[in-house]
């Protein structure tokens, strides 16, 4: 699994590049408009394809960048259903599950800061390991690790391989 938070502090508004090496595939949460060639700049240099665009919310304070990833990656572009949205996209609920790789994002609706906003869970949903006295025996671990969207302050990158056992 790949996480990356983006921050730009002048607003200090972040973005998140979410996804799986090992499939080549992310999803990009929030991108601003002026980060759109960073963001594409690093999922490229990992190996990886975005292949959504989720916004949490409209955003007042900064111009979102998702027309343009999706314009230049063919990525969809996700939100939830109550922020009538007037551009192409594919609606959002609560409970919603995306699959990236190994990279599992699941939709909260989060109501508070705007009617449709909505924080994502991701986790770990599939790692499958070799026991080394029986190499023909696969493990299959559940891993689980809640990653917090809505904080600002220090960018963080998490990084997780997981190789198929064959």
């Known amino acids: 699994m790949y996480f990356k938070q983006l921050v730009k502090e002048d607003l200090g508004c972040a973005s998140y590049i979410v996804g799986c090496i090992n499939e080549g595939v992310c999803a990009v949460v929030d991108p601003r408009l002026d980060m759109v060639d960073d963001i594409l ?12 665009v989720i916004e949490t919310h409209n955003h007042a304070d900064h111009i979102s960048g998702h027309g343009e990833i999706a314009r230049r990656t063919g990525a969809t572009i996700y939100i939830h259903e109550q922020a009538q949205a007037e551009y192409p996209h594919q609606k959002l609920k609560d409970g919603d599950e995306m699959a990236l790789g190994v990279a599992k994002l699941r939709v909260m ?21 070799k026991r080394a006295l029986m190499p023909s025996t696969t493990v299959s671990l559940s891993v689980s690790c809640s990653l917090r969207m809505a904080s600002r302050s220090t960018p963080r990158t998490w990084q997780v391989r997981c190789v198929d056992a064959a």
């Open 41 to 52: 700049e690093l999922a490229t240099a990992k190996g990886m394809r975005v292949q959504a």
């Open 109 to 129: 609706h989060t109501p508070g800061h705007r009617p449709e906003h909505i924080a994502i869970a991701v986790s770990i949903w599939r790692c499958l390991v």
